[in-house]
């Protein structure tokens, strides 16, 4: 059952997401395990914190900024390995945390979090996999995301969709055409990003309906990720220069993307 996460496609994987497997650094200046932040108030209190760590303007600010690195760092590699590793890979909450490494010039400058998982469960898809892959959206989505963002988004306060476009900007460029993919992969992977855009239900993402619908478009008669977002997640407000994603952007005025 655990043989996938011995595998170099597992270990590359979480090495690209910037997953640490094992326990956190003992040096971090802070860990959180992904449990507590269902504690609204251990929550808020990371929060509050985080805000001054990054130097964010306000709460808003911070949530969004931290939305995105959850996309980053556990959602993008859960399903990475689901469409292209036939794995339905589950991280413990409270063995999985967000840790903030001692800053030193050869470790880097950033301050966002990193991901120490030592709780993680890995099992083969089955060939008729549909019922599984269900199973792992309702999983991810549903019984262990949604909460956060829900609690994220009350913290904050933001709204829910600029926490769900968020998580989208991380998971659709994975989903783009690659021409190395043969004719069998591509079409499971297409697959796979119109069940989770398009066809899952609002249920598996414990939502009323589909969170990711709105942010896709059709590219010929199969839906793709959009390439402009709708929300504006705040970037500009930490870095004071705009994504090339913003809404904001006045297309006409360059000097906005220098």
Not at 51 to 75: C, E, F, H, N, T
Not at 124 to 144: D, G, I, N, Y
Request: charged share 20%.
């Amino acid at each position: 059952m655990e043989v996938y996460l011995n595998t170099e496609a597992w270990k590359q994987t979480a090495a690209k997401h910037c997953i640490r497997l094992g326990d956190p650094p003992a040096n971090s200046v802070r860990t959180i395990a992904l449990s507590e932040l269902h504690d609204e108030a251990a929550y808020r209190d990371y929060i509050v914190w985080l805000q001054a760590y990054i130097g964010a303007p306000d709460l808003a600010v911070a949530a969004s900024m931290l939305a995105k690195r959850l996309g980053y760092l556990w959602i993008a590699p859960l399903v990475t390995a689901l469409t292209f590793h036939q794995q339905h890979v589950s991280f413990s909450l409270p063995g999985s945390f967000l840790y903030h490494p001692a800053l030193t010039e050869d470790e880097g400058t950033t301050r966002f979090p990193f991901l120490a998982a030592a709780g993680v469960r890995a099992e083969a898809l089955p060939m008729h996999r549909t019922e599984r892959r269900t199973e792992a959206v309702e999983e991810l989505f549903a019984r262990q995301l949604t909460p956060l963002l829900k609690t994220l988004a009350a913290i904050a306060p933001l709204s829910m969709s600029i926490l769900w476009e968020n998580i989208m900007v991380r998971i659709g460029p994975l989903y783009q055409p690659n021409a190395d993919h043969a004719e069998a992969e591509r079409r499971q992977v297409q697959a796979d990003f119109t069940y989770l855009t398009q066809e899952a239900p609002g249920a598996l993402f414990d939502q009323r309906r589909n969170p990711f619908t709105r942010f896709t478009t059709l590219e010929g008669e199969v839906p793709a990720a959009k390439t402009e977002r709708i929300t504006c997640c705040f970037y500009y407000r930490m870095s004071e220069e705009y994504c090339k994603k913003c809404p904001k952007i006045d297309g006409e005025n360059k000097s906005q993307l220098q």
